[in-house]
C-alpha cells in the first residue's frame, strides 16, 4: 500500500522553530508538496520538492530525501497565525497525490 | 485575482435530500478535484476531470456524481446524503502539467446533514 507519516499533533513556543517530519511510501515519485491548512479552511500550497535537498521560502524551509523516502518543514521564528495543520503529500508515479492525515501544530505565547 | 471559488461555504441539508455543491475557477487550468475531507484526516479524492475527461476514484460511492459542463465550473452532486457525508467538500484546480502540478483549492463548502 501507499502511505505517508508524519505526526499529529505537535507544540512549540513563539519565536523559536518547528520541524516537522514527514516519511513516505508510494508507488513511485515525482515530488513533494507541503500544505498549509488552518482550522475550518481550505489548504493552501506552502513549498514543492522534486530533488534532495533544502528549498527555503522566507520563515519556511522543505527538505527532502529520497533514498530515505523522508521530507521536513522547518518553520523558524513562529508566530501564533502559524498555529495551523501542515499537510505533506507525495506525487505518485502515476500522478496521484497521496495525502498524510496532516500534523496539528499549536504556538504557545 | 485568478481563483478558486466554491458556493455555498455551508451547506445545511436533511437526510435524504439531494444537494449540489459548486466550484467555479479564473486559473484556467485543465484538471479540477473534488476532494471529501472529515475532521483530522488527510483530504480523499473523490473524482478529478482533466479537461472533459472524467475520472472516478474506485472506492468513491455512486450516491456521488459530478459535472463538468465547461473549463471554468465543476458540481458535485449528493444523491441521497447520510449523516456519514457531513463533511468539508474541497475544490481543487491544477494545471495538468506532469511536473510540479500543484493544485491550488477553494475555500471549501462545510455540509451538514441533519
Known amino acids: 500500500g501507499q502511505n505517508i507519516d508524519q505526526p499529529t499533533e505537535m507544540t512549540a513556543t513563539e519565536g523559536a522553530i518547528v520541524q516537522i517530519n514527514c516519511t513516505y511510501q508510494?508507488?513511485?515519485?515525482?515530488?513533494l508538496f507541503w500544505y498549509q491548512q488552518h482550522a475550518g479552511e481550505a489548504p493552501t500550497f506552502l513549498s514543492y520538492n522534486v530533488l534532495d535537498g533544502l528549498e527555503e521560502k522566507g520563515r519556511f524551509s522543505s527538505f527532502l530525501s529520497r533514498s530515505k523516502g523522508y521530507s521536513y518543514l522547518l518553520l523558524k521564528e513562529l508566530q501564533m497565525k502559524d498555529s495551523a495543520s501542515y499537510l505533506c503529500?507525495?506525487?505518485?508515479?502515476?500522478?496521484?497525490?497521496?495525502w498524510g492525515a496532516g500534523t496539528k501544530l499549536i504556538i504557545k505565547p | 485575482d485568478a481563483m478558486v471559488i466554491q458556493n455555498p461555504r455551508y451547506q445545511v441539508t436533511q437526510f435524504g435530500k439531494p444537494v449540489t455543491l459548486s466550484c467555479s475557477q479564473t486559473?484556467?487550468?485543465?484538471?479540477m478535484y473534488w476532494y471529501q475531507q472529515k475532521s483530522s484526516q488527510a483530504p480523499k479524492l473523490l473524482f478529478h476531470y482533466y479537461d472533459k475527461d472524467f475520472n472516478n476514484e474506485a472506492d468513491t460511492p455512486d450516491n456521488f456524481q459530478s459535472r463538468r459542463p465547461n473549463t471554468s465550473f465543476c458540481f458535485l452532486d449528493i444523491r441521497s446524503p447520510g449523516l456519514g457525508d457531513a463533511a468539508m467538500y474541497l475544490c481543487?484546480?491544477?494545471?495538468?502539467?506532469?511536473?510540479?502540478?500543484?493544485?491550488?483549492f477553494g475555500p471549501g463548502t462545510r455540509l451538514t446533514v441533519l
Open positions: 481543487a484546480t491544477s494545471r495538468g502539467d506532469r511536473d510540479t502540478d500543484t493544485q491550488y
Open positions: 486559473l484556467n487550468h485543465n484538471v
Open positions: 503529500a507525495v506525487l505518485n508515479s502515476n500522478y496521484q497525490l497521496i
Open positions: 508510494t508507488s513511485g515519485f515525482n515530488g
